[in-house]
């Protein structure tokens, strides 16, 4: 079973421009979560998609972050436009039921982006 | 080797002694709690869990305490390996209205030394 990809591993750009981070889930799992580690702090969970629909949200920092999951399958984050602080690692997640007890999260690898 | 993994980000172990890495959760409301590995480059590794209505479960090498009256979880790996040098993170699950979200601690870095 092909895990969690994510694309790219790295992303370098400026402040004030756009980058937009792709996640492929397992096959199946209808659940997709994004969390991303800043300044070498703890993971923090930004939002959950069942399907195409965003489940939760409540984590996403500010309106130049936007998730997408058209068609249920992949999922792309946009960052626009960019801040320093956005520097960090994002991960893409999926689980085949949204109880968590029941189906661990498997993370992808992460895409480092650096906004200088 | 002990770490508290909020406190004590580092953790140093001779290989073939036993570890163990500690967390302390802050949400009473959580109920099930995950152990990851992280090794570089890579995204957490899912390596033991446990529900609240347990307080200990044991895998292969890893153990994994839960005591719900302070709050606190604990990692313990039995013969430490080079392979097993990574950073280690604890996290619970917090019911959330509809949805459920994992609330990581800030990890604990385990280096085995030969």
């Known amino acids: 079973e092909a895990g969690v990809t994510q694309f790219p591993s790295h992303s370098v750009i400026e402040k004030g421009q756009t980058v937009t981070l792709r996640c492929d889930p397992i096959?199946?799992?209808?659940?997709l979560y994004w969390y991303r580690r800043v300044m070498g702090k703890e993971i923090k969970f930004l939002l959950h998609?069942?399907?195409?629909?965003?489940?939760?949200e409540s984590g996403m920092p500010n309106n130049r972050f936007l998730a997408e999951r058209t068609g249920g399958t992949y999922s792309t984050l946009k960052v626009q436009p960019a801040e320093l602080e956005d520097s960090g690692v994002y991960f893409c997640?999926?689980?085949?039921?949204?109880?968590?007890?029941?189906?661990?999260?498997?993370f992808g690898n992460g895409t480092r982006l650096t906004v200088t | 080797g002990e770490s508290v993994g909020l406190h004590l980000p580092t953790l140093s172990v001779q290989e073939g002694d036993n570890s163990i890495i500690n967390c302390a959760y802050s949400n009473s409301a959580s109920d099930y709690f995950i152990w990851y590995k992280q090794e570089s480059g890579k995204g957490p590794q899912f390596i033991i869990d446990i529900r609240s209505n347990m307080d200990k479960r044991q895998g292969q090498r890893v153990t994994v305490l839960l005591n719900k009256t302070v709050k606190h979880l604990s990692l313990q790996i039995a013969a430490t390996q080079p392979g097993d040098s990574a950073v280690y993170f604890c996290?619970?699950?917090?019911?959330?209205?509809?949805?459920?979200?994992?609330?990581f601690g800030s990890g604990t870095q385990l280096t085995v030394l030969p």
């Open positions: 996290a619970e699950n917090r019911p959330s209205g509809s949805a459920r979200q994992l609330t």
């Open positions: 998609f069942v399907k195409e629909s965003k489940q939760d």
């Open positions: 096959s199946g799992h209808d659940n």
């Open positions: 997640a999926s689980s085949l039921t949204p109880s968590l007890d029941n189906s661990p999260l498997h």
